[in-house]
């Protein structure tokens, strides 16, 4: 499997919380941004916010709907995060930066770098850098907190990762780009094309037979060293390669690929540290009840309530 493929589940994860933390932007700063922004409009056109033919959309409208939808849930969210807050100051525990960016790289694993992930955060969920990392921060608190004093030992978390070792195992991987052609005397012709300075991209585009690839210019993407769906070939000469060199000539099934090496991910042994200390979390909230439950509990423990009728009616 892809990183590509892994890191969708991150985004999984998190597009829910997302929904609300965006619901909550909309519902509780919108007047503000409102009252800045109708400053400049004339009267007859202020309160309006979308048309459709003839027909206006207000701002209260949207507004209202929005609450309707999401401002229960928004509230309870931020109930949930104040009370935390509290319980978290009574602990005596906290989330660092560093935990925050060792979990926001976990996410990022599949994307090229730290700015393609973040454009694709805003496109997709609209959210900023500084929205992730707020996410990511109230939830690695609450897991703190539902975990706080739950003992786990050196021996379950080595037979917990033997067990599931295809899952938190970590392995190098490699950013390929590669061009199918059906003979290796017309794999050798590609080889000195590039030799006399045409792009290998641009040949991928023209001359490779694989249809998946050949529009991106031959590229692979991310693949990790014991990805099953890449031809095994392949995947043991980029292992092999420097970053920037091309291969000779290796059958395949379809043909003879030809294979350049974009770009390697190490392991370093930081991560794999790391990787020991989410190994032991999971194995943690393993033994204490659900996050939902103790969001509850932590509400309830600091007297959390909604006054608006409407909303405490919704949230029951």
Not at 106 to 131: C, K
Not at 265 to 285: I, S, T, Y
Request: proline share 3%.
């Amino acid at each position: 499997m892809t990183k590509e493929v892994k890191s969708l589940w991150g985004c999984i994860i998190i597009l829910f919380t997302c929904i609300i933390i965006l619901a909550g932007i909309l519902i509780f700063r919108l007047d503000t941004t409102a009252e800045e922004h109708d400053a400049t409009l004339p009267p007859k056109s202020s309160s309006v916010v979308a048309t459709i033919g003839d027909e206006l959309v207000t701002r209260s409208e949207w507004d209202a709907e929005l609450q309707r939808q999401y401002g229960a849930m928004v509230l309870e969210q931020i109930l949930t995060s104040k009370a935390a807050e509290k319980e978290a100051k009574t602990l005596g525990i906290d989330v660092t930066r560093e935990e925050v960016e060792w979990e926001l790289k976990q996410q990022m694993r599949g994307y090229d770098d730290e700015e393609v992930y973040f454009q694709a955060m805003q496109e997709q969920l609209g959210m900023s850098p500084r929205q992730l990392r707020q996410d990511l921060y109230n939830r690695l608190l609450m897991e703190k907190i539902a975990t706080n004093g739950v003992e786990v030992t050196e021996e379950e978390v080595e037979r917990y990762l033997e067990k599931h070792r295809d899952v938190y195992e970590l392995v190098a991987s490699y950013d390929i780009v590669h061009i199918i052609v059906p003979t290796v005397r017309e794999a050798n012709e590609i080889l000195k094309r590039v030799q006399q300075g045409e792009t290998f991209a641009d040949l991928a585009e023209q001359l490779s037979r694989d249809e998946f690839t050949s529009n991106q210019g031959g590229r692979l993407g991310w693949i990790d060293e014991d990805d099953p769906f890449v031809n095994t070939a392949e995947l043991r000469a980029a292992t092999q390669m420097s970053v920037g060199e091309i291969s000779e000539p290796i059958q395949v099934k379809d043909g003879y690929a030809i294979v350049m090496l974009n770009g390697k991910k190490e392991v370093e042994p930081e991560e794999r540290k790391a990787l020991r200390g989410r190994v032991r979390k999971d194995l943690a909230l393993s033994k204490t009840s659900p996050l939902t439950d103790w969001e509850e509990a932590l509400r309830k423990k600091y007297n959390a309530a909604i006054k608006d009728s409407a909303f405490a009616e919704h949230h029951g």
